[in-house]
């Protein structure tokens, strides 16, 4: 059936309507006609909400859902659901089920599970067999078979001639490379961030140097080498000051930053929440605040919601035990409104489709319907009742955020929450 979105603001600097109030007509998928007013003369579907805006679709370059193996915590086919109802057109899967995304088979399961869902779902193949480090995983097979990227979830890898080779590897068919960075021998056993809220609290520390050496590393493997590395969730001042230089030397590197890095602080451990365990763990208020600077002036090229469900039974147990992760896709938009101007929000999650060799498109007559709906105005307190997902691992819990998000249009269909 075909749709008309009523009296929508368009938020896209690329489309020649950004910033207009209008009507826009979908016919079998594509944007058929831009305008005010426009008829209904072949019975569409009518769709008007309240303050409704809407830009080019969200993507997410992190997203992690259990399935296979771990379907307890999420299956394709509801984070697809969740992911819709959130404002994404588009997720970038981690390979970290099990067994792990390390070969065409594995890309091609995932890809099939994830037909027919209005979310479309692009899967980052592990970079070393079985995440372990050790060897080159299938990485030509995973990319003919639909894989946009490679790297081992939260793992970094230790050898450096690994990295080496896979950078100059991946040059003959333009892939890239994604490095986790938390150099495992500095951060040892920590599980905090090392500072003063550690000390009171008397958790083992991780210091930003155990990010900073691995990037400092990294940056110097991928000038020797060439080729295109995406380095994810940073967390501190002097990453963001050690890529923005990275990028002034002209190296083809590109690098996120999750929500919760931006919203919250290592202060929220006070009560030994588990739910703020992360990887890397929550900073300082300075790095917090460094980390928005790099959004501001796009030295950190996207925002990602680094959603990563985790079971009850790995959670709710002592903070030293308890597993790293947060699900962060139906928070993500609200959450960012209260640290960041609403053009920077949709302009940072929509910029991670080029890196990821994804197309976008812009809401423009002739173009495929790719939409994300929201309302950026009004305030509410976080809830259970606000979560989609299986597990209900979220640092955002009971925080003040600021805008709602009503769904998307994508693959010809409409998804409202």
Known sequence: MNTIIREAKIIDSESPFHNQ???????????????????????????????????????????????PGFEDRETIANGLNVAAKSGFTAIALQPNSCPIIDNQSQINFVKNK?????????????????????????????????????????????????????????????????????????????????GIVSTRLGL?????????????RNLFLLEYTGGKLHIPTISTAKSVKLIKEAKTKGLKVTCSVAVHHLVLSDSTLE???????????????????????GIQDNTIDMITTDHNPIDIEHKKMEFDLAKDGTIGLESAFSALLTVIPLEKVIEK??????????QSQTISEGNKANISLFNPEGKRIFTNENILSKSKNSAFLGTEMKGKVYGIYNQGKLVLG
Request: hydrophobic share 40%; charged share 20%.
């Open 204 to 216: 083992k520390g991780i210091p930003n140097l155990a990010e900073e050496l691995q990037i400092a």
């Open 114 to 194: 994830a037909n027919g869902f209005a979310t479309e779902l692009f899967p980052i193949g592990a970079l070393t067999k079985g995440s372990e480090g050790k060897d080159m995983a299938e990485l030509f097979d995973m990319k003919n078979a639909g894989a946009v990227a490679f790297g081992d979830y939260n793992t970094s890898l230790d050898n450096a001639n690994l990295l080496k080779i896979t950078l100059q590897y991946v040059q003959d068919f333009d892939g890239l490379v994604i490095a986790f960075a938390q150099d495992s021998n500095i951060k040892g056993n920590g599980v905090a961030n090392e």
């Open 349 to 358: 999650l929509t910029a991670g489709k080029t890196p990821f060799g994804i």
């Open 271 to 293: 009560n030994f929440d588990t739910r703020c365990k992360v990887a890397p763990p929550l900073r300082t208020e300075t790095d917090r605040k460094a980390l928005l600077a």
């Open 21 to 67: 109030t209008v009507d826009i007509l979908i016919v079998d998928g594509n944007i058929n006609k831009i305008g005010t007013s426009l008829p209904n003369t072949d019975n569409a579907n009518e769709v008007k909400l309240d303050n409704l805006h809407i830009s080019q679709g969200w993507f997410d370059s992190s997203v992690s859902l259990g399935e």
